[in-house]
Nanobody
Framework: QVQLVESGGGLVQAGGSLRLSCAAS????????MGWFRQAPGKERECIAT????????YYTDSVKGRFTISRDNTKNAVYLQMNSLKPEDTAVYYC????????????????WGQGTQVTVSS
């Protein structure tokens, strides 16, 4: 079984930055697409970014486009989310996930999920 563990969340003021990390153990995920998701209280989980197994193709939901950057380092079995110009509406629990198919990730499905890390943006 693969374990995904997120880190890097915390409390930050509006306009600030955070970098989230997701480390995988159990097996290499170099052949998997990876995604970042978030869920705010009372709202559905949304896919905010995905990256192909090679890192050559990325997707961002409109609300984070231009502010967030997803990247991966397959030698470290890790995926990252650089979050800049944070807004209060970015407040949520952020999850990383892995699946062979990007289309599944965009439909909020994945073979593996992390436990999540809280990001709180104050105004």
């Amino acid at each position: 079984q693969v374990q995904l563990v997120e880190s890097g969340g915390g409390l930050v003021q509006a306009g600030g930055s955070l970098r989230l990390s997701c480390a995988a153990s159990g097996r290499t995920l170099s052949s998997y697409a990876m995604g970042w998701f978030r869920q705010a209280p009372g709202k559905e989980r949304e896919c905010i970014a995905t990256i192909s197994w090679s890192g050559g193709s990325t997707y961002y939901t409109d609300s984070v486009k231009g502010r967030f950057t997803i990247s991966r380092d397959n030698t470290k079995n890790a995926v990252y989310l650089q979050m800049n110009s944070l807004k209060p509406e970015d407040t949520a629990v952020y999850y990383c996930a892995a699946d062979p198919l990007v289309t599944k990730l965009k439909n909020r499905q994945a073979n593996y999920w992390g436990q999540g890390t809280q990001v709180t943006v104050s105004s």
